[in-house]
């Protein structure tokens, strides 16, 4: 990967990224970072490739170090709506708009803006190559993960705390043997294909 090469110079530039495209329940979670430049983390990278135990470190040491974050999410219903790609950019903006003090520039991980007003720019594998991308990575990986342990708590027969709602054999298997829940994504074709036989 070349260098990132940042048009931005000041102190306010929020790294954003999501965390939930994939799975078949759930609300598709986005975070936001502004981290502090005298303020730095160690250890910041991408939240898949880190521990659970490393992330919610590193959750805690994000949520005091940093000038502002903020995490926002869309519900499955906006998913069902929408879409996923369209919910996904409705979770940023409204992570972003939650930032106090504001945002003046966005670097986000993936290909596309979200649509937002304040400038920026996309960062193909930015959760790997900025480290307040990761920093947003990671917060929005520690938020997700823990409304799945919450919704797995409720229904422990689904396996939501192990798989955390992707679409693996036992979560399949569940869909199939139980039902969809009203957290299910109605719009994802596992979940479609369960609806039509129940």
Known sequence: MPPLVVDYRGERLAGVDEVGRGPLVGSVVAAAVILDPVRPIQGLTDSKALSARRREALDAEIRERALAFAVGEATPAEIDDLNIYHATHLAM??????????????????????????????????DARHPAIAAASILAKVARDAQMVALDSRHPDYGFARHKGYPTPEHLAAL???????????????VRRQLALF
């Open 176 to 190: 199939v043997r139980l039902g969809p829940l009203a957290e299910h994504r109605r719009s994802f074709g596992p």
């Open 93 to 126: 903006r409204r992570a972003i708009d939650a930032l106090s003090p504001a945002a003046e520039y966005l670097l986000v991980d993936g290909n596309r803006l979200p649509g937002h007003h304040v400038p920026g720019q996309a960062v193909v594998k930015g």
